[in-house]
């Protein structure tokens, strides 16, 4: 899960910086409010590449979605990229768990297999 959902945090990283850059071109948001915003988003999806796995790291990352769809009220275009990275999280967090139980029942074998010394495991 958390290869995917980084993945999905970094790319949001960048979309985040191009969005502030067009925010900028509004005459109603100032530039130290656009990156003022911009950044901490911008070091928020970073920092939660690296607190994906822990308690709360999911929900903090669907924060970041909501606020990635809102942001289509100072860029109107990031209304369809904040549903499509919700998407994109959406997967990543689905798919990622899936991935993770697998990866889970083929290492319970190995783990197996590592057994005392001088064991035989059946089918070796």
Do not use: N
Not at 63 to 77: E, T
């Amino acid at each position: 899960m958390r290869t995917l959902c980084s993945s999905t945090l970094l790319a949001e990283f960048f979309v985040i910086g191009f969005a502030g850059l067009v925010a900028m071109k509004s005459a109603s948001l100032s530039t130290a409010a656009v990156w003022t915003v911009c950044g901490i988003a911008m070091f928020l999806s970073l920092a939660l590449c690296g607190v994906i796995t822990r308690p709360g790291g999911v929900q903090l990352g669907w924060v970041l979605q909501a606020a990635l769809l809102l942001s289509g009220f100072a860029v109107p275009m990031m209304f369809i990229l904040g549903a499509a990275f919700a998407a994109l999280w959406w997967a990543s967090v689905h798919y990622g768990r899936i991935v993770d139980a697998h990866k889970a029942r083929w290492a319970a074998p190995a783990e197996q297999r590592e057994g005392a010394p001088g064991e035989t495991v059946p089918g070796e």
